[in-house]
């Protein structure tokens, strides 16, 4: 390859990381939706769609807030081995899985399993 194209190509690599770096503080709402959504269904296959616990345990707000962030999103992107928990790495990036370990600590719609 000429050296002007590999500079060229250079560039748009280094200008295509920059630009995944902008995001790194934010995914768009789209994909927070998305997200949002696995939370419920997916992960709600095996925690309940309620997140009230079925073949894996309840992940109520209060109890989520005994993990770290990185703690959260090292389970979810690794699993937990030995278990029925899957590993999420081949659907999920590092910062979505840190948006879904906050969402639980945070935003998760089950406050807390002592609630009603
Ligand atoms: C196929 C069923 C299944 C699916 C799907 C699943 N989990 Fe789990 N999960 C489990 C089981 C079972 C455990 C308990 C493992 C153990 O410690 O024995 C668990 C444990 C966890 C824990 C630790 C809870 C604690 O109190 O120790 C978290 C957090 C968690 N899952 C989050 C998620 C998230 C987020 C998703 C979706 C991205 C997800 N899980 C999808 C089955 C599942």
Avoid at 46 to 66: I, N, Q, V
Avoid at 69 to 86: C, F, K, N
Wanted: hydrophobic share 40%; with cysteine; glycine share 10%.
């Amino acid at each position: 390859m000429h050296l002007p194209a590999l500079l060229m190509l250079l560039g748009l690599l280094l200008s295509a990381t920059a630009l995944a770096e902008s995001r790194e503080d934010g995914l768009d709402p789209q994909r927070q939706a998305e997200l949002e959504t696995l939370l419920y269904q997916d992960c709600g296959s095996c925690h309940g769609m309620t997140l009230r616990g079925g073949l894996g345990p309840a992940l109520p707000r209060d109890r989520m807030e005994g993990f770290s962030v990185e703690a959260l999103a090292h389970i979810i992107q690794y699993g937990i081995p030995g278990s029925a928990m899957p590993g999420w790495k081949s659907l999920l990036s590092d910062e979505e899985a840190r948006w879904l370990a906050e969402h639980l600590r945070t935003d998760n719609r089950l406050e807390t399993l002592q609630q009603d």
